[in-house]
């Protein structure tokens, strides 16, 4: 057995893990305000769904994402079930001490393997953010804090198109070099395909042994459960969703955002891998924001199976 082949089959035994995004990356991006509590109530019903990970806010100056404002209230408000992992996104060192100081003890740290997206939107070069990282995952792990370490834009950038994939894999070592607790590979974008993909999550494997790697994947160009599948068959158990598929631009019709939850989960349990999540209440959870949103969220089996959710029950109650 050679080294590409040991953590290749070790992963394969491991179960799938879905990490619910719609509160995150869902959410950031809608210009109607959704109340705290609504936003606590979302949570708790999504993870009796049976979800084990969802990420529930992120620490950031609510100037730039004022749905994000009442970060540290969500964080307080929910009541936390034991053996799910409550996590948060913070992007510099002021949102880990509010996460931490709002008892969350799982957090998502990432940069952007694009350095035009990197500029566009930290004002900082690649090279500049990894300091900035280091300091945060240096700050986080003093306070006991689990971190997430993260690659936006690994698979392409609207402003640069292709990454150099060796590019990313130089990132991928220097957060595991910084003793981080997952690695995490974001098609922010939605340009991978499934090709690219199962190439480069087998280097990832390789790279990161023991390490938990997972997968952020959009479904833009409509390949998001293509790449699934494929970084699945090169053993990555972990991935991001969005239930109903929030996480597209509000303003453009149809546009995609996450892989639906639902869609996800579903699919898996066609092919007979076990994910512990209920689709039923993710459903209902998607199907009472449209009504919310008054708009379509882009998830499929909500669609074309309506009579296997006939009444999606009102809440919060
Ligand atoms: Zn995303």
């Known amino acids: ?7 290749f089959s070790r992963s394969f035994n491991q179960p799938i893990i879905i990490e619910e995004q719609g509160p995150r990356d869902g959410w950031q991006v809608e210009k109607k305000w959704i109340p705290t509590d609504m936003k606590v109530a979302y949570i708790h019903k999504l993870v009796d769904a049976g979800l084990t990970r969802i990420q529930v ?6 100037k730039y994402v004022p749905q994000m404002a009442d970060a540290d209230q969500v964080a307080r408000a929910i009541i936390k079930k034991q053996g799910v992992v409550y996590s948060a996104l913070v992007l510099n060192s002021k949102g880990v001490a509010r996460a931490v100081d709002a008892g969350l003890n ?14 566009k939107n930290t004002n900082k070069t690649i090279e500049a953010s990894k300091v900035e990282f280091a300091d945060m995952v240096r700050q986080a792990k003093n ?25 990313v894999l130089d990132l991928v070592k220097h957060h595991l070099d910084l003793g981080i607790d997952e690695i995490s590979l974001a098609d922010s974008t939605g340009m991978a395909n499934p090709a690219a993909v199962r190439l480069m999550m087998a280097q990832v494997v390789a790279l990161a042994g023991e390490l938990p790697i997972n997968l952020h994947l ?14 699945y068959e090169t053993g990555v158990r972990q991935f991001d969703t969005a239930f109903g598929g929030l996480g597209g631009c509000p ?7 996450n892989i639906a939850t639902e869609d996800v989960v579903n699919m898996l349990n066609q092919m007979g891998i076990e994910t512990g999540i209920d689709i039923v209440p993710i459903v209902e959870a998607a199907c009472h924001f449209e009504t919310f949103l008054a708009r379509k969220l882009p998830g499929k089996i909500k669609e074309v199976q309506p009579s296997g959710y006939p009444n999606p029950q009102p809440f919060p109650q």
């Open 1 to 7: 057995m050679n080294d590409t082949q040991k953590p």
């Open 218 to 231: 959009h479904d833009t160009e409509g390949k998001g459960l293509a790449n699934l599948l494929a970084a």
């Open 143 to 167: 306070a006991g804090v689990a971190v997430r370490a993260g690659i936006q834009c690994a698979f392409g950038c609207r402003y640069e198109g292709a990454i150099d994939p060796n590019l």
């Open 57 to 62: 806010t992120s620490f950031v100056n609510p």
């Open 251 to 257: 303003f453009i019709a149809g546009a995609t955002g």
């Open 106 to 119: 799982h957090l998502s740290v990432s940069l952007s393997a694009s350095n035009t997206h990197s500029l």
